[in-house]
């Protein structure tokens, strides 16, 4: 493979589409990945997220439009000249060679003679040195995650795709190659690109996430931002929680706006208001609510006449089920630090939470 | 004890189906050591002389060489073909897979003796008639089905991944197939040719409808079960069974080795 | 109807690629060879199967009339050797399955470390002519043999009689040679078989009997028919076992056709006693394609 000039720079997707007969997998996708960080594809099952990834690696065509690293296009390019490299779900690891050929393969292929340090100093970047002379089939499951990793980061290649790497891990080990991966990825400072539909996996380890649907971003930006300030329905229940209330907007008050929510009047900040309509539907995360028994001074919005219907112990937290007067349940968690009342099925209680913790969608929303 | 007649009767039962099923075989190897010349039916003693003069008989060492002349050439050529075929079909989605399906299977259905009649018969109509090469044609077709079926079953349990996993880590077409694909796929194919080749060694009706005044190894053993079989033919049987056991053993214990090393 | 199975726990991928061009030139080449080298001789068999002697009377000499009278001729004429080759052919078939699926049973289920070793020894017969096999029975079921000497002695048999040259003694070959065709496709079944479901069985109240009759038997059948056709196929068209252990009295289909061939060159017959004996098991094939599809066939 001949590289006259090296290829990196930020990746670019332009109105990239690949449809399967009459199945549109991916619809008119653009996105900018910026170079040296942590990209997360979130997303369910038959988003496309995966055939976007593919179509990244070069094994899969895209029907039209353009990819871009930097300033080279490699649409048309086949997968073994692209300076891309994939972690496979199943890690495909070639069973017939050693731990250290798997390792050694792509900078075999791409002509490099001594490939001894380059595959050393990886296997110990995954501290799994001790297995080179083993097969794959000897291995456990995150020992032949760890090495499928190091077979493609060896290549120091522009981009490094992972494609739902974690998926056939215990959670415990999940949670440890999650914190592995992101030490990882700012060691070598390659771009990572990571599909996954675990929206806490997203959340933990990528600067920026992409939620796809059926073919299209809903919506992209930091974690913070994607779970604080939703755009769209599916959004804002794909990561995390939301409970969703109709209301109308009444009136506009400085910076706020009055919504009219089930005959109590709520305070909308401006800003939190991606509604293009007056018809409402308001979300507030179940963690943003706070439970409290009657007589109490309250802040912020609240809504009276709930009553507990279900009462779950998380460990951590409590979640309760709170039906309130227009028969919706609306769900709460509230953190197991004393902070909360003790409560019971049936109790009473009125719901306040704090106005700037409050987002909100077109009424007809899906 | 009833308990343990009743759980280990199957097991008994196997074993004495596979006695049934090597007695003939035993046989023949016992036979080989016997002290007869020509009719070697009744036991009259031990001896080595038919191991140290194999040839000896008039024709068998010929009858041998040419078997392994047809079995060689029609291995290769029916492994190629076969293996191709294989691939197609385990890796393709292409029309007409029902008619290449039926094609492959019907000659292991067919019966040897239309399968050698139908031959014998096109080649005196365009005047090629019998003989060596009539041979080899018929045992390249007949081999090709079963290399098919060998080799199929091995490229359809290969996972697609690792070829993708290859293109992705800078391997092209070729050295895919020559660094992945075919490295596991080698074992099947192996089976495929040895199995290509225990059928050729061993045909009898397909070969002697074809073969005029040449003579093969199964041929030589049926025209002298006329006058009576000379104990060098056993010796051969037993050599080839002996043989066939090593290779397969050998295998196993070759596939055991690429699972594990250290 | 894959003599060579994947086992219960390797998976299975589905042909994807769609570039037809590629598997086109990869199925040619052998292909080709199929075409000209098994389909067009059995067309030209058709041909050959309507023809009469040349008006010279010349040996091997024969023309086209389309004399279809051919095939009730050379039927009527072989009537016994065609019914006989199929009586034949079904003992044996019947007997290799009831030697066959206890055998096949123990080395799926109850053979422990010694499942390479009795597969092996159930296809080691392939590894030996099996015309010398074959003789050996004619040897080992002869009037010298253990056996007869043995059963005369026990007064079974009585002083002169002979088991060779029977029709007891040629099933008893077919059965012999074609054993491994039934065992190792009944086995493939039976080892693809979740040994959870035999679980679940006995958990929903069956005893060993009942899990058999009712769970394994029934996912063992994609096996059994394989096997019986792989069995009855060829066997009804066999010669050499009815020509070792036989006399001509047991002469099937097989023989017939081949000295209609070298002795009598009687073409046209030899050639419409074989379409005959390939249109009947053709018609097997067919209602198993029916039933099976042809996936499974190779």
Redesign the interface.
């Known amino acids: ?1 001949s590289e006259k000039k090296k290829v990196e720079g930020d990746l670019r997707l332009d109105q990239v589409s690949k449809t399967f007969g009459d199945f549109v997998a991916v619809d008119d996708l653009s996105l900018v990945i910026p170079k040296g960080s942590f990209f997360a594809l979130l997303g369910p099952s038959g988003c496309g997220k995966t055939t976007t990834l593919r179509m990244i ?3 899969e065509e895209p029907s039209s439009g353009k990819i871009l690293i930097g300033d080279t296009d490699i649409t048309e390019a ?3 000249e692209r300076p ?3 972690v ?1 779900q ?1 890690y ?5 060679l ?1 731990i250290f050929e798997n390792v050694a ?2 900078l075999r ?2 002509g490099i003679k001594d490939v001894n340090e380059a595959v050393e100093k990886v296997l110990n970047l995954v501290e799994l040195a001790h297995l080179k ?3 794959p ?2 291995l456990s499951g995150g020992q032949q995650q760890r090495i499928a990793l190091a ?2 980061v060896v ?1 120091r290649p522009a981009l490094l795709l992972l494609d739902e790497p974690l998926g056939a891990l215990d959670l415990k080990l999940r949670r440890q190659m999650q914190i592995e991966l992101k030490w990882i990825q700012t060691e070598v400072g390659i771009t990572f690109v990571h599909v996954t539909h675990d929206q806490e996996e997203a959340m933990t380890m990528a600067d920026t996430i992409a939620v796809m649907n059926n073919g299209r971003i809903e919506q992209m930006g930091s974690p913070a931002d994607l779970y604080e300030n939703p755009r769209t329905v599916f959004v804002a229940n794909f990561l995390g929680q939301s409970n969703f209330i109709d209301g109308e907007v009444e009136a506009s008050d400085g910076e706020n706006l009055v919504v009219s929510l089930k005959g109590s009047k709520i305070a909308l900040p401006k800003s939190r208001n991606n509604a293009k309509s007056s018809s409402l539907k308001l979300g507030i995360r179940p963690e943003k609510f706070r439970l409290h028994t009657a007589d109490e001074k309250l802040t912020g919005n609240f809504l009276k006449g709930g009553v507990i219907t279900d009462i779950s112990f998380f460990g951590v937290s409590t979640q309760y089920l709170v039906e309130m007067p227009w028969k919706q349940e609306l769900m709460v968690f509230e953190q197991n630090d004393g902070g909360a009342p003790d409560l019971e099925k049936g109790d009473a209680v009125t719901l306040s939470w704090e106005p700037q913790f409050t987002f909100a969608l077109d009424g007809d929303a899906k | 004890m009833k308990h343990w007649l009743s759980k280990n009767l199957i097991r008994i039962y196997a074993a004495a189906a596979i006695f049934y099923i090597l007695l003939p075989i035993l046989y023949t190897v016992a036979f080989s050591f016997n002290d007869a010349d020509k009719r070697n039916i009744v036991w009259q003693g031990f001896t080595l002389s038919a191991w140290l003069n194999p040839c000896e008989p008039i024709g068998i060492c010929e009858a041998l060489g040419n078997s392994f002349k047809v079995g060689i050439t029609a291995t290769i050529a029916s492994t190629i073909l076969g293996t191709m075929i294989a691939f197609a079909l385990g890796r393709y989605n292409f029309r007409g897979r029902a008619t290449t399906n039926l094609l492959i299977f019907l000659p292991m259905a067919t019966p040897e003796v239309v399968l050698g009649a139908s031959l014998l018969s096109m080649f005196i109509n365009i005047q090629i008639g019998a003989g060596l090469v009539p041979v080899i044609i018929a045992h390249i077709m007949f081999c090709i089905s079963f290399v098919v079926v060998t080799v199929k079953a091995r490229v359809a349990s290969l996972d697609p991944k690792l070829e993708e996993a290859a293109r992705d880590l800078y391997a092209n077409e070729w050295e895919t197939f020559r660094r992945v694909t075919f490295p596991l796929v080698a074992p099947g194919i192996a089976a495929a040719a040895l199995l290509a080749f225990a059928l050729s060694f061993d045909d009898f009706i397909i070969t002697n409808f074809n073969s005029g005044t040449l003579n093969t190894f199964p041929e030589y053993v049926w025209t002298a079960s006329l006058r009576g079989v000379p104990p060098q033919a056993n010796v051969i049987g037993t050599l080839m069974f002996v043989i066939a056991l090593a290779i397969v053993f050998a295998g196993q214990v070759i596939s055991k080795r690429r699972q594990t090393r250290r | 109807m894959s003599i060579a199975h994947t086992s219960s726990s390797e998976k299975v991928f589905a042909p994807a690629k769609k570039s037809h061009r590629t598997a086109y030139l990869l199925l040619a080449p052998g292909l080709v060879w199929l075409l000209i080298f098994f389909a067009f001789p059995l067309l030209n068999l058709a041909e050959t199967s309507t023809k009469t002697p040349a008006p010279s009377f010349e040996t091997g000499e024969f023309v086209q009339t389309f004399r279809f009278a051919n095939f009730i001729d050379s039927f009527s004429a072989n009537q016994e050797q065609f019914f006989r080759s199929f009586f034949y052919a079904l003992c044996a078939t019947v007997l290799a399955l009831a030697i066959s699926y206890p055998l096949a049973y123990a080395i799926a289920f109850r053979s422990g470390v010694w499942k390479n070793f009795m597969l092996v020894m159930v296809i080691a017969p392939f590894f030996t002519s099996f015309l010398l096999r074959t003789l050996a029975w004619k040897q080992i079921l002869g009037a010298e043999g253990p056996v007869v000497s043995v059963l005369q002695f026990l007064r079974i048999l009585p002083a002169d009689a002979t088991i060779t040259a029977t029709a007891f003694s040629v099933i008893m070959g077919l059965t012999y040679n074609f054993l491994p065709f039934m065992t190792l496709p009944i086995y493939a079944s039976l080892d693809r078989i979740d040994y959870r479901l035999l679980e679940a069985s006995g958990d929903l109240y069956a005893n060993s009997a009942t899990t058999f009759r009712k769970v394994t038997l029934p996912l063992s059948m994609p096996g059994v028919v394989a096997g019986t056709l792989l069995t009855f196929i060829p066997a009804s068209g066999d010669y050499i076992n009815a020509q070792l252990l036989g006399s001509p009295g047991n002469f099937m289909i097989g023989n017939v056709i081949n000295s209609r061939f070298f002795r009598v060159v009687d073409y046209p017959t030899a050639a419409s006693l074989s379409f005959i004996l390939m249109a009947s098991i053709l018609v097997l094939i067919v209602i198993y394609i029916r039933r099976a599809g042809t996936d499974e066939l190779v």
Do not use: D, I, S, W
Request: proline share 3%; glycine share 10%; net charge positive.
């Open positions: 493979m690696a070069g094994l086949k997968a073994y891309v490299n994939t496979f199943n495909a690891l070639f069973p017939h050693t393969f792509g292929r791409r002379n083993r097969k089939g000897q077979r493609a290549n």
